[in-house]
């Protein structure tokens, strides 16, 4: 399971959300989490409605180099 850092564009907020395994299909651009990300504030979001701030770039990229 793993935790990732975002922001929400809604309202702002950074949070920590549990999405579960990631995976990082090669025919999509963006990797594909196996839980909802949800904001503490507004909820369940897409892809679309987070950033994923410095911190989780790094955690992602972390995945993925452990992934290979």
């Given at each position: ?9 809604k ?31 507004c ?10 701030t ?15």
């Amino acid at each position: 399971m793993t935790e990732l850092n975002f922001q929400c564009k809604k309202c702002g907020r950074e949070f920590d959300c549990e999405v579960g395994k990631i995976s990082f299909p090669i025919e999509e651009d963006r990797p594909r989490f196996e839980k909802d990300i949800a904001c503490p504030r507004c909820g369940i979001l897409s892809m679309d409605e987070v950033w994923l701030t410095e911190l989780g770039q790094t955690q992602l990229g972390a995945v993925f180099m452990s992934a290979e």
